[in-house]
């Protein structure tokens, strides 16, 4: 089982001067459920090396048991640190696609031309793709195989406009992702602000929040051992 998690290079928060980058409990979260679970991982990332992890996610609020694992763990920290380019990845090599959040998606991962093709050769294959929080904005701008947006027709979930008012962000983010997928014909399903939330539309896997990055990447499992 071999699982490819493209992370955010993108660090800056607009023009805020305040940073960002990858939200710590999304990647970490998801990349031990994988690991336990056998799976080789492979960690890319636009500009490859060391990603930005956004501070607040590194604040005591923010910590959970797949965070306070990561900072214990060398060999997680490596590889986490000598992410790949997206240069010559082939949807081929794996078996599923995994988007973490954190705000950085929302400024690259969502034009990536790169990460684009890959999400679309992924879906040409019948693999799973997958996404929490702000990771689904790597999908916006993906064509499924009809030529039409990929979330055309599905049912898909995100970080919502209401938890980015929540978060003061509304009038800073590049794009809603909500927004988005509605107009691109997408279904889009929510619970509560913060409640962790996942949905599964065939091999298109989506979460919500922070809160939904375990039950987004048990998600993932599932279709794999099915």
Same mark, same amino acid.
């Given at each position: 089982m071999r699982i490819l998690m493209i992370v955010t290079s993108h660090d800056k928060m607009g023009d805020t001067g305040h940073k960002t980058g990858?939200?710590?409990?999304?990647?970490?979260?998801?990349?031990?459920?994988?690991?336990?679970?056998?799976?080789?991982?492979?960690?890319?990332?636009?500009?490859?090396?060391?990603?930005?992890?956004?501070?607040?996610?590194?604040?005591?609020?923010?910590?959970?048991?797949?965070?306070?694992?990561?900072?214990n763990d060398p060999d997680a920290q490596a590889a986490f640190?000598?992410?790949?380019?997206?240069?010559?990845? $082939?949807?081929?090599?794996?078996?599923?696609?995994?988007?973490?959040?954190?705000?950085?998606?929302?400024?690259?991962l969502a034009n990536d031309a790169k990460s684009i093709a890959l999400i679309e050769a992924f879906t040409?294959?019948?693999?799973?793709?997958?996404?929490?929080?702000?990771?689904?904005?790597?999908l916006v701008g993906a064509k499924g195989k009809d030529g039409k947006p990929l979330v055309a027709g599905k049912k898909v979930t995100s970080f919502t406009n209401d938890e980015e008012k929540a978060v003061g962000l509304e009038?800073?983010?590049?794009?809603?992702?909500?927004?988005?997928?509605? $107009?691109?014909?997408?279904?889009?399903?929510?619970?509560?602000?913060?409640?962790?939330?996942?949905?599964i539309d065939g091999k298109l896997v989506t979460g919500q929040n922070p809160a939904s990055s375990e039950e987004t990447a048990d998600a993932v499992l599932k279709l794999l051992s099915a």
């Open positions: 990858i939200w710590l409990e999304e990647f970490a979260a998801p990349y031990y459920r994988f690991l336990d679970a056998g799976a080789e991982i492979t960690l890319a990332s636009p500009k490859g090396g060391q990603p930005p992890l956004d501070p607040n996610s590194q604040v005591p609020d923010a910590l959970t048991d797949a965070t306070n694992r990561f900072e640190a000598n992410t790949v380019t997206l240069d010559g990845l $082939k949807a081929d090599d794996f078996d599923a696609l995994f988007y973490p959040g954190g705000h950085g998606p929302l400024w690259d040409a294959l019948d693999k799973p793709v997958a996404a929490v929080c702000h990771g689904p904005a790597a009038n800073v983010v590049p794009i809603s992702i909500e927004d988005e997928f509605k $107009k691109q014909g997408a279904t889009f399903e929510r619970a509560e602000n913060w409640a962790p939330y996942a949905v």
